[in-house]
């Protein structure tokens, strides 16, 4: 009997507690129907552009955007204190000597890749794309040269400035957006443009080019501690 009691007690909270999260899973459908119909409906009068994903990650959500920056930062710092650390740097020994495929597909797919990444990136604030995947197929070129037993070398302090510049201005555009309309990252240029053009947007294709340069630097120098080190 005294089984039987707990068990009803235990089933008597699992269902309460079921009922409970339906219910906030409920109201938070409701909230993000509400949140989902302002976003396609405001979009193009906000921001002129049709990519309603594009205005959410760069505008809506600005600081999530500067925050996925900062993590890929810190990845690219992580993996380099690995090689440092750990002796990894011996990974490059272990690579085998590319062969004819692999030169004869970098040159081929080399200035393919270039182009493709460079184009989302460009395009991304009208259609799926930006600057994270077009800087990530740009860095996966670099990788592919690397790869290829390329043996040009950037130079790193360079690089580093490049990847400095392009950061500081995205924060000054995000602060100019404090200045003229009292928000960070507020779209003070968003009546440049015509909608659906190359230029369009305002401070959107600036962002997503600058968020590119940047991503592609990272990887860049992801592919070079792991493969050169």
Known sequence: MKKILILMIFSFLAV???????????????????????????NAKDFNIPNVVTSIVTQ???????????ILFLSIIGVFMLIKTTGFSEISKLLQEP??????ATVI??????????YIIINGHLSPGGGFQGGAI???????LFLAGDKKELNRTATHIVES?????ILLIGLLGIYYLNAFFANFLYS?????????????????????????????????????S
């Open 16 to 42: 309460s507690l079921m009922l409970f999260f339906m219910q906030i899973n409920s109201s938070k459908s409701s909230m993000q129907s509400i949140s989902g119909d302002y976003y396609l409906t405001s």
């Open 60 to 70: 809506y959500r600005g600081y999530d955007t500067i925050g996925e920056i900062t």
């Open 99 to 104: 062969g004819t495929i692999v030169h004869t």
């Open 109 to 118: 797919l080399f200035p393919i890749i270039m182009l493709f990444g460079a």
């Open 138 to 144: 740009i860095g996966s070129g670099m990788l592919l």
């Open 165 to 169: 510049i392009s950061v500081s201005i």
């Open 192 to 228: 440049l443009g015509t909608f659906g053009s190359i230029i369009s947007g305002g401070i959107i294709p600036i962002i997503y080019i600058l968020i590119g340069v940047k991503v592609t630097v990272e990887f860049f120098h992801l592919s070079e501690y792991l493969l050169r």
